[in-house]
């Protein structure tokens, strides 16, 4: 017999919050706040070498780079592509922690998604980055009062596709792993991961190539208004 979905656990980054939209925005509070460092170059060269660095350093945090030195990191490397002095990867890091949080950039169609959902289900985040940020940005899409539990990897020591971050979410809302159902745009870290801690998983695919692997997504959705159909139906 088909186990009863109960509870509706969502990514946050991409899934929810539009990383890709906020990223430009956070940068103009940047360059606003810090005229003194970019006032000679040119800002589509600016937002080039800020995504580039922002691009290197994640891939860089999912293959273990810790947590305290991602940002530094980050923006030593965005300086170190504008030829600028690496003096400065602090005060853009105090910059961005201040501005990033606070962009409203909701994935189109988040905000219904998870207040629906919330009607039916228990609803939950489980989510790689950090605290200082990913509590806010909850709070700035209008969220953090639908959801049951928010499990943030650095607070427990576990991180997605660790399959001990799905079972210990599943924990918290007392429930079984196949009383819930995982939706999250990254193949290996959401998908992966939620199947192999028992969970259902929905893939918000958004045009990416289709993943040739043993583990497969239970839903493959292009959008959330597709997964909320989903949803629907279970």
């Known amino acids: 017999m088909k186990t009863k979905i109960k509870a509706i656990l969502f990514d946050i980054d991409d899934t929810l919050y539009d990383r890709e939209k906020s990223q430009p925005l956070v940068l ?3 360059i606003q706040r810090l005229p003194q460092i970019f006032w000679a170059l040119n800002k589509e060269l600016i937002l080039e ?6 691009r ?4 860089d945090w999912e293959a273990g780079l810790h947590h305290a030195d991602i940002r530094d990191y980050r923006n030593k490397l965005f300086l170190k592509t504008l030829n ?4 400065y990867a602090e005060a853009i890091t105090e910059v961005y922690l201040q501005e990033y949080p606070f962009i409203n950039a909701p ?10 959902t919330s009607r039916r289900f228990q609803t939950g985040v489980i989510t790689n980055s950090m ?3 990913q509590y806010q940005k909850i709070t700035t899409l209008g969220l953090r009062g639908y959801f049951s539990c928010v499990v ?3 607070e427990i020591g576990l991180k997605k596709p660790d399959p001990r971050i799905f079972t210990y979410t599943s924990d918290k809302l007392s429930l079984k792993p196949g009383e819930c159902l995982y939706l999250g745009d990254n193949y290996e870290n959401d998908i992966i991961g939620a199947k192999e801690a028992g969970m259902a998983s929905c ?10 692997n043993p583990v497969k997504a239970d839903y493959i959705v292009e959008s959330l208004e597709e997964a909320g159909c989903v949803f629907d139906s279970l």
């Open 28 to 30: 103009e509070k940047i």
């Open 56 to 59: 290197i350093s994640t891939i």
């Open 131 to 133: 605290p200082d940020v």
């Open 107 to 116: 994935v189109d169609g988040a905000v219904e998604l998870v207040a629906k």
């Open 84 to 87: 600028l002095p690496l003096c």
């Open 152 to 154: 943030i990897a650095t």
């Open 49 to 54: 070498a800020f995504l580039e660095s922002d």
């Open 203 to 212: 893939w918000f695919r958004q045009g990416k190539t289709i993943v040739d």
